[in-house]
């Protein structure tokens, strides 16, 4: 059995949210810091592992753990195990401000994590800091170095591009990856509903971030089967690779192969859905392992064509953090 929807897109990852609250205070995201609304009744483990199970048996391959801040749950180590040993899982991704990276990357290594992602907003410490409320660019840089030497397969950094606030730092990050075995991605400013007035003053397309990278000598990376939004491209004398994410760019969502389950249960077909699909009530018994893949598979005949970004139609994501990004 395998994910499909109306349009013939088949789905291979899944983006696992485990927690909405955050510990950083991100200008483009949560400018407030955390805001408690609601219980914070997230999915335990055995919820989790039958999740899991069923989107592997519907053909999954690719599991990334999101938040909010993933690493302010203290189980984290035994989710990405659970996820890691389920059959037909491939690949345990995890995407962190990597503020507590450097503490757990060995018990996340035991546990079968393959791959990190690590917001990384800024290469200059002061404007890191007037991103994300924290000092704490040097630690991250220095868990990055760690994360490295002991060998994951993949290591990205993502950085949220915007005008008049890191738009300037290209050059920057490019000569910094001249020698690290890292892809960085840039990604555009998304709009949401807590966001509008800043995304009108900040954002910036990354189809100028393309150009630039074409006009030096990179080229194109061919995406995988379970490869996430980002156009990659690679320059043969450098170790490095650079991503762009354009969530705005025309039929960004024609390649669309991953779904994202919220931390309290719920399906998310699109990032910019107007609501989640509850199947928490499916994930309460291994009797229910058959309908609950039943009932996802047949929820995907909701997902659109598109998102509507461009038309300002956010849906009900208020914040990123809300949903796993």
Known sequence: MSLSDSFGRQFHYVRLSITDVC??????????GYQCDGDRDFLNLDEIRRVVRAFAELGV??????????????????????????????????????????????SWDAAGLNAINVSVDSLNPHVFHQITGHNSLTDILAALE??????????????????????????SYIDWLKDKDLCLRFIELMETGDNRAFFKRHHSSGESIVAELQSKGWLPVTRSLSAGPAQEYYHPDWQGRVGVIMPYSKDFCASCNRLRMSSRGDLHLCLFTEHGLS???????????SQLKNRLQALLVEKHASHYLPEHQVGSTKHLASIGG
């Open 146 to 171: 760690q994360a490295q030497q002991m060998g994951f397969d993949a290591i990205k950094l993502n950085a949220v591009r915007m005008k008049g606030i890191n738009h300037h730092e290209l050059d």
């Open 61 to 106: 391959e690719k599991i990334r753990i999101t938040g909010g801040e993933p690493t302010l749950r203290k189980d984290l180590p035994q989710i990405i195990e659970q996820c890691a040993n389920t059959p037909g899982i491939r690949k345990v991704a995890l995407t962190t401000n990597g503020h507590k990276m450097a503490r757990y990357l060995d």
């Open 23 to 32: 510990n950083f205070r991100c200008n483009y995201c949560l400018p407030d």
């Open 279 to 289: 199947v928490r009530d499916l994930m309460q018994s291994d009797k229910d392992i």
